[in-house]
């Protein structure tokens, strides 16, 4: 759900400006699933929650007690002006935040996101939809944001936590009391979640439903919750803690509005740096920074212990390099008390830093402040830098494609940035557009997005393994990738293996890679992971190779066929046949091995494997058409043909539509073998098993008593089964 408030400097509430950045948004973060993180697509849905305008009042009197105020034309009257820069910016938010009608917004904030989310779930999108919701709300409405989420009645609590990490006291501080050093720092926030301010409001609006993260850009929240400390006549107040696991706060280091959330709740970050964000054109799937509280903590052991008084501050101003954060790295334990640790993790908002810098360009210092906020605004709904890192934070992009374990993805990262492409002309082909972004003041590159591919390998054991991938770009294939290195890495022990490295190839003159695995490298029975890193711009397409016993049993569907109750799945989102998930669930957990085929060209095979994914279908392995296909029934039967004469396979069972039972009887299937969804013509009747009632009766056939066989020979014990997802997809993405 996107919180948008707009910017502090908006007067007025523009609909139109806010569902263009809501459009602009989601179409970036299409852009960016689709490109580096493939699994993620279908599985992100954007919801706009409008919010009121607040900054009018607080704008209006700043500006007309501006010394030039009266430098305002006559025509700019009907709404506030900034036309200098000698308005505090930043005290905008503080007088918005404290007016008598500032309440009465938030209520209307969360009946607002109340309300979307009811509609979300009652959509054919959001049936059954009980996954996460998170929150990223912009400068104003990461403030009206947080007071929704915070408005949650829990009893107060009077313990050593009243107090910051650096005090270690546990002394409810007075004026009097403590040493000097406390009284330095910042009291830190309480677990509990009462709004501030708002305890004589008798009607409470809250949210109906729980929030994950909580993302803010540009926000000057911690001015606001500064402020109303300060404005406490309680000096031990708790700054309430918003009923998220994690808060993200992005910002850029000359916003003149944002502020940095870690000083607040404890003094002491403000001599650690905040995270900087990778930037996505050199390091799309990040570049593996710390960024968990403990290892701050085990990285920074002089900053808290106990008993130690803050260091110099210019020795901790310096950002650490990866280097150094890996050389100091050791024991926690060793360094750092338990105490002061888990003082400090309970009062933290989440486990991860707060605090994340995005890259800014040198070139903005020379723009006047009061039109930074607008620029920063614009740009954090289409940066890329933003997108991934929330991707990151979304998916753990785990590789627990067969058992119960995850596999961090983020684990696999490749070894070095970008490399120069082999060919100039690669470059010149890849980007096709040079675009500049609001007021001149960011230039991007916007690259056309890649469509690589490749078929799932099935090899019976003793017969050489073969990876083959083509790399192109665009969905329609405009462009080739030729005479690129391309990285090639397969996973042993999945899901908990690690990622090894096999080899560096070429692409050829048709953007394909066919690897012959070397012979003392030959896997044995099992299915493995594969990933082809492209050099150049770190682009990739994850596939399997499965190794099989000789008589291994499957059961084939055609997707086309079996699934879908429309024509297109390319297109618009095509209905499932009611109970297809579960049919093809029960023969996977009957230990059989499944296949999906399809004659469709490989160039949309991203899109209908998300499909696939999206609709929680079991993990099986695919193939497509090389390329289109002028007799695409055939290439299904030769592609079956060969896994029964040259890898062994037992084809048990086999699902498509009329127009598979010829490819099924083709392979010398009986018609007790093959199952039909669909309307079927009286001559083909005959050669097939039609499911008139459809898949939800079938099922209660296979279910009953002698319905079905468990699969037989040792293919059941070598090949894992997967859960629901297909290449590249995991558990933790799908709509649960």
């Given at each position: 759900m996107v919180v948008h408030g707009g910017s502090v400097l908006d007067a007025n509430v523009d609909l139109t400006a806010k569902k263009s950045d809501i459009t602009t948004f989601r179409g970036a973060f299409e852009s960016v699933m689709r490109q580096h993180y493939p699994s993620m697509v279908g599985h992100v849905s954007v919801k706009?929650?409008?919010?009121?305008?607040?900054?009018?009042?607080?704008?209006?009197?700043?500006?007309?007690?501006?010394?030039?105020?009266?430098?305002?034309?006559?025509?700019?009257?009907?709404?506030?002006?900034?036309?200098?820069?000698t308005i505090p910016i930043g005290a905008i938010p503080l007088l918005a935040s404290s007016s008598s009608d500032y309440q009465d917004a938030v209520s209307r904030v969360v009946l607002a996101a109340n309300q979307v989310y009811h509609d979300f779930v009652k959509s054919e999108e959001g049936k059954g939809f009980i996954g996460q919701i998170c929150f990223v709300s912009d400068s104003v409405g990461s403030i009206l944001a947080y007071d929704a989420l915070s408005r949650a009645t829990q009893h107060s609590r009077q313990s050593s936590e009243n107090s910051i990490l650096e005090g270690g006291s546990g002394q409810q501080g007075n004026d009097n009391g403590g040493n000097a050093e406390d009284a330095k720092h910042l009291s830190a926030p309480s677990p509990r979640r009462r709004s501030s301010g708002t305890s004589d409001n008798p009607h409470h609006n809250k949210l109906d439903f729980e929030v994950g993260d909580f993302f803010t850009f540009g926000s000057p929240l911690s001015l606001?919750?500064?402020?109303?400390?300060?404005?406490?006549?309680?000096?031990?107040?708790?700054?309430?803690?918003?009923?998220?696991?994690?808060?993200?706060?992005?910002?850029?280091?000359?916003?003149?509005?944002?502020?940095?959330?870690?000083?607040?709740?404890?003094?002491?970050?403000?001599?650690?740096?905040?995270?900087?964000?990778a930037r996505y054109q050199k390091y799309p799937l990040g570049n593996g920074q710390p960024y968990h509280l403990l290892e701050t903590i085990q990285t920074n052991p002089q900053l808290f212990a106990d008993g130690l008084n803050?260091?110099?501050?210019?020795?901790?101003?310096?950002?650490?390099?990866?280097?150094?954060?890996?050389?100091?790295?050791?024991?926690?334990?060793?360094?750092?008390?338990?105490?002061?640790?888990?003082?400090?993790?309970?009062?933290?908002?989440?486990?991860?830093?707060?605090?994340?810098?995005?890259?800014?360009?040198?070139?903005?210092?020379?723009?006047?402040?009061?039109?930074?906020?607008?620029?920063?605004?614009?740009?954090?709904?289409?940066?890329?830098?933003?997108?991934?890192?929330?991707?990151?934070?979304?998916?753990?992009?785990?590789?627990?494609?067969?058992?119960?374990?995850?596999?961090?993805?983020?684990?696999?990262?490749?070894?070095?940035?970008?490399?120069?492409?082999?060919?100039?002309r690669t470059s010149v082909k890849l980007k096709i557009s040079l675009c500049c972004i609001a007021y001149s003041y960011i230039d991007t590159f916007q690259n056309v997005a890649a469509n690589h591919r490749a078929n799932d390998v099935i090899v019976r054991e003793g017969a050489p393994q073969v990876l083959v991938a083509r790399f192109m770009y665009s969905p329609i294939d405009m462009i080739t990738l030729t005479g690129e290195k391309v990285d090639i890495h397969i996973m042993k022990d999945a899901p908990a293996g690690e990622w090894t490295y096999l080899s560096t190839e070429v692409t050829d003159k048709n953007g394909r890679i066919i690897y012959k695995i070397p012979e003392d490298k030959t896997l044995g029975y099992g299915l493995y992971p594969v990933k082809m890193v492209v050099r150049g711009d770190h682009t990739s397409v994850d596939f399997f190779i499965t190794v099989i016993p000789p008589r291994t049993e499957c059961v084939v569907f055609s997707i086309d066929g079996s699934f879908a109750a429309s024509r297109s799945v390319s297109g618009k989102d095509p209905k499932v046949w009611a109970g297809a998930v579960d049919v093809v669930r029960h023969w996977q957990e009957l230990g059989y091995l499944i296949i999906y085929i399809t004659a469709r060209p490989d160039m949309q095979q991203q899109t209908v494997v998300s499909w696939l994914s999206q609709h929680n279908f079991p993990h099986g392995l695919v193939s497509f058409a090389d390329g289109l296909s002028r007799d695409p029934l055939a290439h299904k039967a030769a592609y079956l043909n060969k896994l029964v004469k040259e890898h062994g396979m037992i084809i048990h069972q086999a699902y498509g539509s009329e127009k598979d039972i010829s490819v099924y009887t083709a392979i010398n299937l009986k018609p007790s073998q093959i199952f039909i969804i669909g309307k079927v013509s009286k001559k083909h009747q005959a050669l097939a098993t039609i499911l008139y009632d459809g898949y939800a009766a079938h099922l209660s056939t296979l279910q009953a008593h002698g319905g079905s066989r468990p699969a037989q020979g040792n293919a059941r014990m070598v090949i894992p089964r997967g859960q629901f997802g297909l290449p590249g997809q995991n558990t933790s993405l799908r709509r649960r």
């Amino acid at each position: 759900m996107v919180v948008h408030g707009g910017s502090v400097l908006d007067a007025n509430v523009d609909l139109t400006a806010k569902k263009s950045d809501i459009t602009t948004f989601r179409g970036a973060f299409e852009s960016v699933m689709r490109q580096h993180y493939p699994s993620m697509v279908g599985h992100v849905s954007v919801k706009f929650v409008a919010c009121p305008s607040i900054c009018t009042e607080g704008l209006g009197i700043l500006s007309s007690l501006s010394p030039y105020s009266f430098d305002v034309s006559p025509s700019c009257m009907d709404a506030p002006q900034v036309t200098h820069d000698t308005i505090p910016i930043g005290a905008i938010p503080l007088l918005a935040s404290s007016s008598s009608d500032y309440q009465d917004a938030v209520s209307r904030v969360v009946l607002a996101a109340n309300q979307v989310y009811h509609d979300f779930v009652k959509s054919e999108e959001g049936k059954g939809f009980i996954g996460q919701i998170c929150f990223v709300s912009d400068s104003v409405g990461s403030i009206l944001a947080y007071d929704a989420l915070s408005r949650a009645t829990q009893h107060s609590r009077q313990s050593s936590e009243n107090s910051i990490l650096e005090g270690g006291s546990g002394q409810q501080g007075n004026d009097n009391g403590g040493n000097a050093e406390d009284a330095k720092h910042l009291s830190a926030p309480s677990p509990r979640r009462r709004s501030s301010g708002t305890s004589d409001n008798p009607h409470h609006n809250k949210l109906d439903f729980e929030v994950g993260d909580f993302f803010t850009f540009g926000s000057p929240l911690s001015l606001v919750l500064a402020y109303r400390k300060t404005a406490s006549a309680d000096r031990n107040r708790f700054i309430p803690r918003p009923l998220v696991n994690q808060v993200y706060n992005l910002f850029h280091p000359t916003d003149p509005v944002a502020a940095r959330l870690e000083p607040l709740i404890s003094a002491r970050f403000s001599l650690i740096p905040p995270v900087n964000i990778a930037r996505y054109q050199k390091y799309p799937l990040g570049n593996g920074q710390p960024y968990h509280l403990l290892e701050t903590i085990q990285t920074n052991p002089q900053l808290f212990a106990d008993g130690l008084n803050i260091p110099n501050i210019q020795m901790h101003l310096r950002r650490l390099s990866d280097i150094s954060l890996q050389s100091t790295m050791s024991g926690i334990i060793d360094n750092v008390p338990l105490q002061a640790v888990s003082a400090l993790t309970q009062k933290w908002w989440g486990t991860k830093r707060l605090d994340y810098a995005l890259y800014c360009p040198e070139g903005l210092a020379n723009f006047p402040t009061n039109a930074l906020p607008h620029l920063f605004h614009a740009s954090y709904w289409e940066s890329s830098d933003v997108i991934a890192f929330i991707l990151r934070q979304l998916g753990r992009f785990d590789l627990s494609l067969l058992g119960n374990e995850d596999k961090d993805l983020t684990s696999f990262r490749p070894g070095q940035p970008r490399e120069k492409w082999n060919k100039k002309r690669t470059s010149v082909k890849l980007k096709i557009s040079l675009c500049c972004i609001a007021y001149s003041y960011i230039d991007t590159f916007q690259n056309v997005a890649a469509n690589h591919r490749a078929n799932d390998v099935i090899v019976r054991e003793g017969a050489p393994q073969v990876l083959v991938a083509r790399f192109m770009y665009s969905p329609i294939d405009m462009i080739t990738l030729t005479g690129e290195k391309v990285d090639i890495h397969i996973m042993k022990d999945a899901p908990a293996g690690e990622w090894t490295y096999l080899s560096t190839e070429v692409t050829d003159k048709n953007g394909r890679i066919i690897y012959k695995i070397p012979e003392d490298k030959t896997l044995g029975y099992g299915l493995y992971p594969v990933k082809m890193v492209v050099r150049g711009d770190h682009t990739s397409v994850d596939f399997f190779i499965t190794v099989i016993p000789p008589r291994t049993e499957c059961v084939v569907f055609s997707i086309d066929g079996s699934f879908a109750a429309s024509r297109s799945v390319s297109g618009k989102d095509p209905k499932v046949w009611a109970g297809a998930v579960d049919v093809v669930r029960h023969w996977q957990e009957l230990g059989y091995l499944i296949i999906y085929i399809t004659a469709r060209p490989d160039m949309q095979q991203q899109t209908v494997v998300s499909w696939l994914s999206q609709h929680n279908f079991p993990h099986g392995l695919v193939s497509f058409a090389d390329g289109l296909s002028r007799d695409p029934l055939a290439h299904k039967a030769a592609y079956l043909n060969k896994l029964v004469k040259e890898h062994g396979m037992i084809i048990h069972q086999a699902y498509g539509s009329e127009k598979d039972i010829s490819v099924y009887t083709a392979i010398n299937l009986k018609p007790s073998q093959i199952f039909i969804i669909g309307k079927v013509s009286k001559k083909h009747q005959a050669l097939a098993t039609i499911l008139y009632d459809g898949y939800a009766a079938h099922l209660s056939t296979l279910q009953a008593h002698g319905g079905s066989r468990p699969a037989q020979g040792n293919a059941r014990m070598v090949i894992p089964r997967g859960q629901f997802g297909l290449p590249g997809q995991n558990t933790s993405l799908r709509r649960r």
